[in-house]
């Protein structure tokens, strides 16, 4: 079974929105800092959004102010709500669970016109 499953990616052209889903099935979720990770094609992953257990976030510069990061710690479920998304957001986006270091499988996000 795996830890952490990401949802919502898909295709969508500059300006316009996605959010990001990650659900957990360990009963540690609401105990651990959770980040996004954002791995572009040729690049290597890199951390764009972090949230600690009780929902204080810290963002790349890249993002910051068009990307949000919540969690609903009762449905074990960490979102990423991304606003006026951009060609040079495109990437696979994964979640990272800090406590246990667990990763996602990721979900595709393409920003394209």
């Known amino acids: 079974q795996e830890h952490l499953v990401e949802s919502g990616g898909g295709l969508v052209r500059p300006g316009e929105s996605l959010r990001l889903s990650c659900v957990a099935s360990g009963s540690d979720f609401s105990i651990s800092a959770m980040g996004w990770y954002r791995q572009a094609p040729g690049n290597e992953r890199e951390l764009i959004a972090q949230?600690?257990?009780?929902?204080?976030?810290l963002y790349a510069d890249s993002v910051e102010g068009r990307f949000t990061a919540s969690r609903d710690n009762a449905k074990n479920t960490l979102y990423l709500q991304m606003n006026n998304l951009q060609p040079e957001d495109t990437g696979v986006y994964y979640c990272k669970q800090y406590f246990g270091g667990f990763w996602g499988r990721g979900t595709q996000v393409t920003v394209s016109s």
């Open positions: 949230i600690t257990s009780d929902g204080i976030t």
